[in-house]
């Protein structure tokens, strides 16, 4: 298992009571994909988060971040450093301080579409 697959593996962990709960589109040894079954304006669902393996990273993404900012709030720096763009961040290595530390944004995240009825 290279050190990507290992990283895939812990993230996918975080995301995947959620894709068990939500609408999971896609999910094999290099991708999980969610959606909610909340239908927006343009007919499509809304996304909740994914987990990819890319070229030389993981990528998790988590769209509630990007509908809230504010539960970035309180991120910690290491964390805020792996973000890229609004709503996902990088991880070229396992980092459990920081995983931990998604996991709960991630749980945030899901409260969060929930008190807005997306969920």
Same mark, same amino acid.
């Given at each position: ?41 343009? =007919? ?5 988060? #994914?987990?990819?393996? !890319?070229?030389? %990273?993981? &990528? ?35 980092? =459990? ?5 998604? #996991?709960?944004?991630? !749980?945030?995240? %899901?409260? &969060? ?7």
């Amino acid at each position: 298992m290279t050190d990507l697959e290992s990283v895939f593996k812990e993230l996918r962990t975080i995301m995947l009571p959620y894709a068990e709960k939500l609408v999971s589109i896609k999910d094999d040894a290099t991708e999980l994909y969610v959606d909610t079954a909340h239908i927006q304006k343009n =007919k499509k669902p809304l996304f909740f988060g #994914a987990v990819q393996i !890319k070229k030389a %990273y993981v &990528s998790f993404h988590l769209m509630p971040v990007y509908i809230k900012p504010e539960l970035l709030e309180g991120l910690s720096p290491e964390l805020k450093a792996r973000m890229q763009g609004k709503s996902c961040f990088n991880f070229a290595a396992s980092d =459990k301080t920081l995983f931990k530390e998604l #996991a709960a944004l991630t !749980k945030a995240g %899901y409260a &969060s579409y929930k008190e807005q009825g997306f969920v």
